[in-house]
């Protein structure tokens, strides 16, 4: 089957470097996605990766290994309206979610 | 351009009923899917749909059901409603089948009582 798995929770201050790892099990997909989703809205698509390697978005950053079956998503420069939660998910012909990471920042 | 629009934002039925949430998408998207969100189970994919064709379906019981018009929007319903059915349900619309970007509305948030 498919699993993803990330960490619940992390907390930093703001200005810092936070990375969400995301480690995955399946037998195929056609890339990695990053979506962000603050409290009562609706998840917002950050990144996403069909090949290895870095993708970079302004502050955000995204990186995918298949051999590794791992990914992550690099949040530079944090400010506060960063606060939220953030999931990885799997692209094929749906989004296979992660449980999500709760990112909060600190003043 | 609009976003993904979803009605009602906000829907109290009790058990037993029946509802049906509508989505439309954005103008020029032809795919739309469905997505179940709880605290315990995370997002979860309901179904999608492309072209008023349904081509893939989560592990849902039957009485989860949807339907896409010529139009793109699509509706979903849920019938004999049990309070496990009180959930944030999202609908993402996007241009092709592999959602390399999928973009998602607000939501309709059920409370089944």
């Known amino acids: 089957g498919q699993s993803l798995e990330q960490p619940s929770e992390v907390t930093a201050v703001e200005g810092a470097i936070v990375q969400i790892n995301c480690t995955y099990q399946?037998?195929?997909?056609?890339?990695l996605s990053w979506y962000q989703q603050h409290d009562g809205g609706a998840p917002t698509f950050l990144s996403y990766n069909a090949l290895d390697g870095l993708e970079e978005t302004g502050r955000f950053s995204s990186f995918l290994s298949r051999s590794d079956s791992y990914g992550y998503l690099l949040l530079q420069e944090l400010q506060m309206k960063d606060s939220a939660s953030y999931f990885c998910?799997?692209?094929?012909?749906?989004?296979?979610f992660g449980a999500g990471t709760t990112v909060t920042v600190r003043a | 351009k609009a976003g993904v629009t979803q009605t009602p934002r906000y829907l109290i039925k009790t058990r037993g009923q029946q509802v049906t949430l509508s989505c439309s998408p954005i103008s020029g998207h032809r795919s739309v899917s469905w997505y179940q969100q709880t605290p315990g189970q995370g997002l979860q994919f309901l179904f999608e749909y492309f072209s008023e064709t349904q081509r893939n379906k989560g592990n849902f019981p039957g009485r989860f059901s949807g339907r896409q018009f010529s139009n793109s929007r699509s509706e979903m319903n849920v019938s004999t409603l049990e309070l496990g059915d009180s959930a944030l349900y999202l609908c993402?619309?996007?241009?092709?089948?592999?959602?390399?970007?999928?973009?998602f509305g607000q939501g309709t948030r059920l409370t089944v009582v």
């Open positions: 993402a619309s996007s241009l092709g089948s592999s959602n390399t970007e999928a973009f």
């Open positions: 399946t037998s195929g997909f056609y890339g």
């Open positions: 998910a799997f692209n094929d012909y749906k989004l296979s």
